[in-house]
Structures are given as C-alpha cells and as structure tokens.
C-alpha cells in the first residue's frame, strides 16, 4: 500500500468526523520522494499540512470567512519539516545536538542518549558510573567505552530510572509485540474526549482565520511549539509559558518562537500559580508536553484545567502515548525513531547495522500539527456543542501513521540546499541577530499564513492577554 498526500489528508479528516464534502476544497500538488528515506515522509507531511490548514479554512468559514480553498505542496511541507535544519543565524549554522547526545554501540546492539538538556546528561552519566559533575568523564569516548560494555535494554531502564532519557534499537516487528508497542496501537491518531460541561464558546467574526483564538503554550523542544507556531501563523494570539529555573533550547526557541510572545512563571510558588489561573481562564485552547504528570504536580493536570475552565480545549502531546507501561515515560522524536522500529526499517534499506534516522524529525513536527489539527476539530466542536474537551496526540502514534504510509525506494535523494529553496526561506531581524528560517506554509482562501512578530527573547513578555 502506498499512501499519496491527499489520500493521506483526506483519512485525517474523515478519521476525526469532520465534513467530507470540504475535501474539494483542499489541493495538494507533488508527491514523493523529496527527501532521502524509505518512509514517504513528503506524502505525511503534505498530508497533515492540508487537513490542518483545511480545519484553519472551515474555522474561518465558521466565523463568516471566505469559503475554504486550501492549497499547499509536499516540496513546502517537507521544508516546513526541516525548519531547525535550514535555521541559520547571523550567516551560521546553529549546533543541534550536545556532544554526548547520539548513538552508541551496546554489547548487543545499539542504544541511543539523549543529552541536549543538561539534567538529562548527568541523569546519562549517573546511571553509568560517571561523575555527572567530572569533565574528565563527560566526554565521548569515554561514554562510548562503558556503553559498549552494557546491553541495550539494561543501559535504558538504567538511565529511565536516574530521570534520563535513552532508547535501544528496536525491529519493527518486536515494537509490534513490546507491551508499548501494543498499547500505541490501539490509539487513536488524535484522540478527541469531551472530559466536562462548558458552555459553547460560539466563534465571532476576525480578520485573519484564527484571529480572537488565545492559545496557552505550555511547551518545549519541537512537538509542542509547533502546534503554537503553526496556529500562530493564522493569527491566533499564542502566550507561550516558561520559567527562567528550567532549561531551554535556545536554537529551537528561535524556529519555533514565531508569532508568539513569551511569560516566565514559575509554578513552584503561590503567586506563580495565581497567575496561570489566571491566564488558564482566558484561555480558549491550552497545550502542553511536559513529562506526563508533571503539570499536574503542580495542580494543573487535565482534570485540574477542566474543572477550572470549564469550555477550554486542553492538548496534550507525549512520547509514547496515554496508555501502556511506557505511558508517562520521557522521550524526544530521535529516541521514538530507534523505539518503534523506524530507525531499525531504515538501517535494514541501507544495509547497515547502526540505526539511521528519518531525514527530518518528522515524528516531531508531524505530531505538533496533528496536535493543531486536533486543537482545531475540538474548538469546532466546543462552539457548536459546548463542553470541556481533551486532545492527546503522541511521537508514538505519529510513527505508526507514519509506517501506515507505505514505502518508497527514495534512499539517495538528496535533501534540497538552502539556495534552492529561496522561495521558501526569508530574513528576520531578532534579539539574537539577523535570522534566515522557513516561512509559514498552507494558504487559505488565497491568502498565505504568517506571524506577526519575530520569536521573543525568554520570558521578556508579561504574563497577562
């Protein structure tokens, strides 16, 4: 079976109950390959541009917009796909991985360490026996020398355990029999949950399709942030929530920042909480991605939200998904890959043993906009039905969509260079200097998204609508 992009966006919208006869409203040019995989990752991509985009176009229908045409191309889609790849600043290419972060070989295989947050890379070093607070022992070869003495499922469940984040190889055919891997596939893609009553919020008239919508962004990294980003660039006014004591990515806030402005709060003290409350209730839509059960420690869990807010949509995105024993276990798109069989399918393809990665973190941007997608269906929902409602989407089950595309031989196919995409790359001045990123993607209705402002710097907005 193979999937095409319209096919691919079409069972989007079907699977989540939406109107088929806005499917002609939607066009996608192109098809794969566009990028070097045996996963058609340029028809997932296009796929879950257009139906998020389509959802953008019925939104604005809805509040007495044009009627919906959508239009986008798998070659923008997988662009958008690789935005922190094509990121330069000041002329540069930014570092993407810390030096202990990547692959290593185990005694009976491979094993990959996840180390851009500084915490996860003492967790690393704590589990191996390490001084965590030694730069003698934070270094590569020595990380490499003691791994390769330990098995790939011991190394993990070690560094799981010290509050890491690690992922063994895995075939794809024992993810499909891991307790995991069993429990991802009975998810839904994106599941939608009424958890409470609310009135219905009904839509009014805007300027831009998502003009009016207030989106509380309560993420980090890549998944979370582009849900924000990408309802940002339809005009939805997106407060993405920080907090100066915990680590951040500064690379990855540049890409994903646009659109957005950005509060430090800090959920440890009582005025910190007063404050989200506060924010929470004029809130239409709330996303989050921290660990599962992190926010909830602080008393803003999902049942928390829905009985504060009655009305909002919460989305929740996670590695591997709300059920199963892996369910509130931390993980990042490049240890999902190695999990799930996906890093594993590749290597076979290239005849090599050591894992070999999807050409873009598409387990990451595929799920921030399918957390979109969802955010969108359920705010539909919301004002014609009322009610409280739940979106949960995972870097697990975005995988095996993924896999449910189909295979292609495109291995080879080289990634286009920055100056062949000129059409889809533009400058912006930012507090870290001049910036070249990938633009917004998808037009509605003739009109093409984009943000009203350049990313923040950290915590420099006030914490108020």
Request: net charge negative; hydrophobic share 45%; proline share 7%.
């Amino acid at each position: 079976m193979s999937v095409t992009p319209t096919a691919s966006a079409a069972g989007l919208w079907r699977d989540l109950g939406l109107e088929p006869g806005l499917l002609h409203a939607l066009a996608i040019e192109g098809d794969d390959p566009v990028l070097s995989s045996i996963f058609r990752v340029g028809s997932a991509a296009a796929g879950v541009v257009g139906a998020t985009t389509l959802a953008v176009a019925a939104t604005w229908h809805d509040r007495g917009g044009p009627a919906p045409a959508v239009h986008t191309d798998v070659r923008e889609a997988a662009t958008a796909f690789r935005s922190e790849q094509l990121l330069r600043i000041k002329g540069a290419t930014p570092t993407l991985w810390a030096d202990l972060s990547g692959d290593y070989t185990t005694a009976d295989g491979w094993a990959r360490l996840h180390c851009n947050f500084p915490h996860h890379q003492r967790a690393v070093l704590r589990a191996l026996g390490l001084d965590p607070d030694a730069d003698a022992d934070a270094d590569r070869a020595t990380v490499t020398e003691t791994v390769a003495g330990l098995a790939s499922d011991a190394l993990v469940e070690s560094v799981t355990d010290a509050g890491g984040c690690a992922s063994a190889l895995r075939p794809l055919a024992d993810w499909h029999r891991h307790p995991q891997g069993s429990a991802v596939a009975t998810l839904p893609l994106i599941a939608i949950d009424r958890i409470g009553p609310g009135d219905p919020r009904p839509v009014t008239p805007g300027e831009r399709p998502l003009s009016g919508l207030r989106v509380l962004d309560c993420t980090r990294v890549i998944a979370g942030p582009v849900c924000g980003r990408v309802l940002a660039s339809h005009g939805a006014d997106v407060l993405r929530v920080g907090a100066s004591h915990l680590p951040t990515f500064s690379v990855l806030d540049l890409d994903t920042g646009f659109g957005k402005r950005w509060c430090d709060i800090d959920l440890r003290t009582d005025d910190g909480r007063a404050t989200f409350t506060s924010l929470a209730r004029d809130a239409d839509v709330i996303v989050q991605s921290y660990r599962p059960g992190a926010l909830a420690g602080r008393g803003f869990g999902v049942d928390d939200l829905a009985r504060l807010v009655p009305g909002v949509v919460v989305v929740s995105l996670s590695a591997y998904g709300q059920s199963g024993p892996w369910s509130a276990r931390r993980g990042f798109d490049s240890l999902v890959q190695l999990a799930a069989g996906i890093a594993h399918e590749q290597a076979q393809a290239c005849g090599v043993a050591r894992p070999v990665a999807l050409p873009c973190q598409l387990l990451d941007h595929g799920t921030g906009w399918l957390a979109a997608l969802g955010a969108l269906a359920a705010r539909r929902r919301q004002a014609r039905d009322g009610g409280t409602w739940h979106v949960q989407v995972s870097l697990a089950r975005t995988a095996a969509w993924l896999d449910q595309h189909g295979r292609i031989d495109a291995l080879g196919t080289p990634a286009p260079e920055p100056e062949e995409l000129t059409d889809l790359l533009v400058d912006d001045d930012t507090h870290a200097g001049s910036i070249t990123h990938v633009r917004a993607v998808g037009t509605v209705s003739g009109t093409a998204p984009w943000w009203d402002s350049p990313p923040p710097a950290p915590g420099v907005d006030a914490a108020a609508w």
